[in-house]
């Protein structure tokens, strides 16, 4: 019971830890300081250790739950954040202007 609980706490740690970034980059529609690269990796990741969990929890007849939510819940955000990357580009970027000073 014990190790239920502490599976579930840890789950939704894990699941939360990325959603700070994907409100962050909601309400600042900026992503230019994720990188591709990291994107990729997360997302490939959680595809790959989200099958494994899974083929191997049919092979041993048992479940996860707290890891399914975990590994569905930061695939969801990984996809916004990389839909975000692509899609908002960069608004940051100031033009160089010279601006004269008021006299």
Do not use: R
Not at 24 to 32: P, V
Not at 37 to 54: D, H, N, P, R, V
Not at 66 to 94: C, D, E, H, Q, R
């Amino acid at each position: 019971m014990v190790n239920e609980v502490i599976g579930w706490f840890g789950a939704a740690l894990f699941a939360i830890c990325a959603l700070p970034q994907a409100i962050k980059t909601f309400k600042t529609k900026k992503a230019d300081d994720l990188s591709w690269l990291f994107l990729l990796l997360w997302f490939f990741g959680e595809i790959f250790t989200f099958a494994y969990l899974i083929i191997d929890d049919i092979k041993i007849n048992t479940t996860h739950f707290p890891l399914y939510i975990n590994y569905f819940f930061n695939t969801v955000i990984v996809i916004y954040l990389m839909y975000a990357k692509k899609v908002y580009k960069s608004g940051a970027k100031i033009k160089n202007v010279a601006f004269k000073k008021a006299a």
